[in-house]
């Protein structure tokens, strides 16, 4: 297969040149099976694992290879490579690690624009809407609201959860669509162009693999009936993989995420909610919180009703928890770079045994 199919393109080509990488096989991360990967290069599927270095030298999750990205790998076996290192990235979606204070979980690499995919009849939720944007917004992918089982529920209530979703978020398309009916499909089918790679998100059950699969014109990944009572929160899909559509586009299948954290650091707050920022400006303090402050004019927007209160509040939410996340950040690195000290001296101290 040709790695332009792959979306390889001349700035990919350029690092791997200028890097002395040439020699190298050139592939693209397909699927992620914790820590042991497959890449695609043009000379076949490979079973790959990091280089020891790699390992050692990685300071988070970030400087691990993620479905999406361009590697250069030595090949061994018939279907056996080592990845030795990663292009950088042009975009990557991530969120905080459940459950790792201060650690990220990559849930994607090089995405053009990602599917924000709920289900209209009861996953629907504004904020976590908010949420979803955010990480695009902080990791330079175009978002794209999905509202997906548009069967089950009527016209009605499609257009009022439009309405409501243009009352906090401008600018960004929503599609109504049914796996089952295939409503909407045309009009999904002119956002996804060839060579472009699409990244689905949301929550468990809400139809991403169904719309794979029909995509795909085949049953590629499994998909489930969800029972409520006997199987609360239970994932289908269990890893991530890059899957390519007839029209040459390439499409991403996620699990379904239960939290969504915030772990901006590129300013996607400020882009999902740039009328608080253009509404601060005009703030009494520069340094205000719009929290209790007086002569704040956002909280004065709330109260005349200028800006969604509970936008306003998820803002906020999400703010409070960007900070936490930057302390517990900086509290791992400080506690790292003590434990480095550790390592160092301790060398010192054999050396001179
Ligand atoms: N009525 C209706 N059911 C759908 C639609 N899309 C998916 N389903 C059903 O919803 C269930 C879950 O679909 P999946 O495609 O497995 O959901 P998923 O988002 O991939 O879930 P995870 O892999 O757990 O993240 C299946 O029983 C599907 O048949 C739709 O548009 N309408
Ligand atoms: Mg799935
Ligand atoms: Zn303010």
Known sequence: MKLE????????????????LSDFETGRVIAEHRERYI??????????????????????????PAVGD?????????????????????????RQAVGQYGDVQVIAANIDYAFL??????????????????????SKVRPVILLSKSDLIDEKRI?????????????????????????????LKQVIKRGKTYCMLGSSGVGKSTLLNNLMGRTIMRTETI????????????HRELFMLENGAILID???????????????????FDMIVTLSKHCRFKNCTHTTE???????????????????????????????????VAERRRKEKIFGKIIKDYKKVIRKI
């Open 159 to 187: 257009s009022e959860v439009s309405e409501l979703i243009k009352t906090r978020i401008r600018n960004v398309p929503v599609i109504a669509i049914s796996n089952e009916t295939k409503v909407g499909y045309d009009a």
């Open 294 to 328: 007086s002569g704040c004019n956002v909280i004065e927007a709330v109260e005349k009703g200028d800006l969604d209160r509970n936008s306003y509040e998820n803002y906020l939410r999400m703010q409070r928890e960007k900070a936490y996340f930057e302390t517990t």
């Open 117 to 138: 995919v709920q289900a209209v009849d009861r996953d629907f939720n504004i904020n976590r809407l908010e949420r979803y944007l955010t990480i695009c917004n902080s």
């Open 39 to 64: 890449v695609r290069t043009a000379i076949g599927d490979f079973h790959a694992e990091i280089t020891g270095n790699m390992r050692f030298t990685a300071k988070d999750r970030e400087d691990f």
């Open 70 to 94: 361009w590697v250069a790998v030595k090949t061994y076996d018939p279907d056996l490579a080592i990845i030795h290192k990663i292009v950088p990235r042009s975009s990557i979606i991530k």
């Open 5 to 20: 199919e792959l979306g390889y393109n001349k700035k990919i080509e350029k690092y791997l040149k200028d890097n002395n």
């Open 254 to 272: 996620n699990p379904g995420m239960r939290e969504v954290g915030i772990a901006d650091t590129e300013g996607g707050l400020e882009t999902t």
């Open 227 to 238: 029972s409520d009572s006997t199987n609360k929160g239970k994932h289908v899909t269990s």
